[in-house]
């Protein structure tokens, strides 16, 4: 893959992405045998991943989709959410989720977040809750899984429904509960710059109802997989029982995923120590917040998100250029909140912590492809900036 290059910095040293996948040999062999074994749509390596994905959450079923997107969208109608309905959802989160609850016919309603873990409130999602309210949906911010317990006693005091939208979260806990574990529905992404990638790809894991209805409707609402039609040679037989649409994962890049998927503990190490060293070395740069890790919490490290104060002097958006320019450092921004994006405005939504956070908030570099050098690169860089 090639990653783009910005223009020109006054630094010799070469680019240094906000984020690159980790693919090795394995992945590639797996693709190659995908390719040569006959078989590409999703199939025997497609449940492979879904097996090993439900099993490791415990959880009844998984279902492996073409996106977290996806995944959302097929669990959202497969829960028979529509029009009149209301999905309490964040606003400091990926456009994804709120986008699906649009395109079901239901509407949005954005509550605000906790100011230190950057996840929603359960208090604001409690306030936000109206008859029509059908579904909370959380998502845990950078990896730190929210309160799953207050969530989980939420919805099922108001016979709602939970989906955790866990893109950031593939390997954390809380309080001994694994991130996707606790929802009656939770998403997964595989998108290039996740916790594993394979491209493009979900999964959408939970109860094993909700998952066989969003199967169904995820292949068209073909009544039996391509797969097991092939595998009883009777690939022209079959019925369609619900107008579905096609967002299975194919197993070329399910092959992907599997192997990624045996990396994942060794990612989420790499992450972790580059997290500790940012603490360790970031510490005491005034007006520089770094992020608060919750006791009882296995972070996931996915984004190390950090906060510029104003009053430092500088601004999120100096320091994003600065460390761009000057020392040619990538870094992102998650995110800029979904209720002030063109789409949503005519919400007139109002959030204050949502707000402030996001202008402040700036993701470091921080994945497994870095070297130390790479790190200290960044802490250098940072150090420079501050004096
Ligand atoms: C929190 C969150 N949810 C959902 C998504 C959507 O994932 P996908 O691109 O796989 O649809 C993203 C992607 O960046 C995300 O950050």
Not at 206 to 215: C, F
Request: charged share 20%; hydrophobic share 45%.
């Amino acid at each position: 893959m090639t990653i783009a290059v910005p223009g020109r910095t006054a630094t010799a040293a070469p680019y240094l992405p906000w984020n690159r996948p980790s693919i090795g040999p394995e992945e590639e062999e797996e693709v190659l045998d995908t390719l040569r074994s006959g078989w590409l749509t999703h199939g025997p390596k497609a449940t492979r991943f879904e097996e090993a994905v439900r099993d490791a959450l415990g959880v009844q079923d998984a279902f492996a989709v073409s996106s977290c997107t996806a995944a959302v969208h097929l669990g959202l109608l497969a829960a028979g959410i529509g029009p009149g309905d209301e999905v309490i959802t964040p606003s400091l989160t990926f456009c994804a989720v709120p986008n699906a609850v649009v395109q079901c016919g239901a509407a949005p309603v954005f509550a605000d977040v906790d100011p230190v873990t950057f996840n929603l409130d359960p208090a604001t999602a409690r306030a936000a809750i109206t008859s029509r309210t059908k579904a909370i949906t959380v998502m845990h911010y950078a990896g730190q899984p929210c309160d799953l317990a207050a969530f989980r006693t939420l919805a099922d005091e108001h016979g709602l429904l939970l989906i955790e939208d866990a893109a950031h979260a593939l390997h954390a806990w809380r309080d001994g509960a694994r991130a996707g574990s606790v929802g009656d529905l939770s998403v997964f992404s595989f998108y290039a710059n996740k916790v594993i990638t394979c491209g493009e790809g979900g999964m959408l894991a939970g109860r094993g109802d909700l998952v066989e209805q969003a199967r169904l409707l995820g292949r068209h609402g073909i009544d039996s997989s391509a797969w097991r039609r092939h595998g009883q040679r009777r690939t022209a037989d079959y019925e369609v029982t619900v107008p579905g649409l096609k967002y299975t994962m194919p197993d070329i890049t399910a092959a992907v995923g599997l192997r990624q998927w045996q990396k994942l503990g060794a990612f989420t190490a790499a992450r972790a120590e580059i997290a500790a060293t940012y603490d360790q070395a970031l510490a005491g740069l005034p007006g520089l917040h770094l992020p608060t890790v919750l006791d009882g919490v296995r972070h996931g490290w996915f984004l190390y998100p950090v906060l510029v104060d104003p009053a430092s002097g500088r601004t999120r958006d100096t320091v994003a250029q600065a460390l761009l320019e000057v020392h040619g450092i990538g870094t992102s921004v998650h995110f800029t909140p979904v209720h002030r994006l063109a789409a949503y405005r005519y919400l007139d939504t109002h959030l204050p912590v949502t707000e402030q956070i996001a202008a402040q908030q700036l993701s470091l570099p921080c994945y497994p492809a870095m070297t130390a050098a790479d790190v200290q690169r960044v802490t250098d860089a940072l150090h420079a900036l501050w004096r």
